[in-house]
């Protein structure tokens, strides 16, 4: 279900969100707030890189909140993914560039499907058969200024907007996610039993990659000021 506020729509999943009357407002005055605290203490600042895929700034834990964590993910090519979860539930504010989020079930039939559960090292471990065909739901549009809420128990996959630019592969979101005291398990769903490993090993920012990440974070928090007028 969606609901409009203004040009606003918030995509959801879940009637009870988990941070405490999330909207468009709270989650780009926080957005500002933890930018700011970013820049201010730059030097101290944890900024991870999945070479030539993304970057990654985490932010630390809300203040009133320690369940809380906030992160910034800046993809510079956000290429169409596999069919997957996640471990944390999070709700994800666009700040620049646009996807299509497409949210799959398992039909349960005589078909088979494979889950890949992933290891913390981005290899999987051997297929596990499950009785079902994936279908596609339904599909959402994440673009500036739009909310979308992420559960653990969702599948998607994630496809950029269509063109040749490089420039508008590139994606930009601020991240509120919910730890828990148990982790999820991530995993992968396929027809094929068979899926390649991913190359996304994480690792910290070079001083090049740190100043490209902090440009843009400058850029963006002199956008971000126009919209909490």
Request: glycine share 2%; with cysteine.
């Given at each position: 279900m969606n609901t409009k506020q203004g040009d606003l729509i918030i995509g959801h999943l879940e009637v009870n969100r988990f941070l405490y009357g999330l909207d468009f407002m709270n989650m780009n005055e926080e957005c500002l707030k933890q930018i700011s605290k970013v820049l201010a203490n730059w030097s101290d600042a944890d900024v991870r890189t999945v070479p030539n895929v993304m970057y990654q700034v985490r932010c630390g834990n809300d203040e009133n909140d320690p369940g809380i964590e906030y992160q910034i993910n800046w993809f510079m090519n956000c290429a169409e993914t596999f069919i997957h979860n996640h471990r944390h539930s999070f709700d994800s504010l666009c700040l620049e560039g646009e996807y299509t989020e497409?949210?799959?079930?398992?039909?349960?039939?005589?078909?088979?499907?494979?889950?890949?559960?992933?290891?913390?090292?981005?290899?999987?471990?051997?297929?596990?058969?499950?009785?079902?065909?994936?279908?596609?739901?339904?599909?959402?549009?994440?673009?500036?200024?739009n909310i979308l809420h992420v559960d653990t128990g969702l599948f998607?996959?994630?496809?950029?907007?269509?063109?040749?630019?490089?420039?508008?592969?590139?994606?930009?979101?601020?991240?509120?996610?919910?730890?828990?005291?148990?982790?999820?398990?991530?995993?992968?769903?396929?027809?094929?039993?068979?899926?390649?490993?991913?190359?996304?090993?994480?690792?910290?920012?070079?001083?090049?990659?740190?100043?490209?990440?902090?440009d843009k974070l400058i850029e963006t928090i002199m956008i971000r000021y126009h919209y909490s007028q």
């Open positions: 497409s949210i799959w079930e398992v039909v349960h039939d005589d078909s088979i499907i494979y889950e890949f559960l992933r290891r913390s090292d981005n290899t999987f471990d051997e297929p596990k058969k499950i009785s079902g065909r994936l279908c596609h739901v339904r599909s959402r549009h994440h673009f500036p200024n998607h996959s994630i496809t950029a907007k269509e063109g040749d630019d490089t420039n508008d592969k590139r994606v930009l979101t601020f991240l509120a996610k919910r730890k828990y005291s148990f982790v999820q398990k991530m995993c992968v769903l396929s027809s094929s039993p068979t899926i390649d490993s991913l190359d996304d090993d994480m690792r910290m920012a070079t001083e090049v990659e740190r100043k490209e990440v902090y």
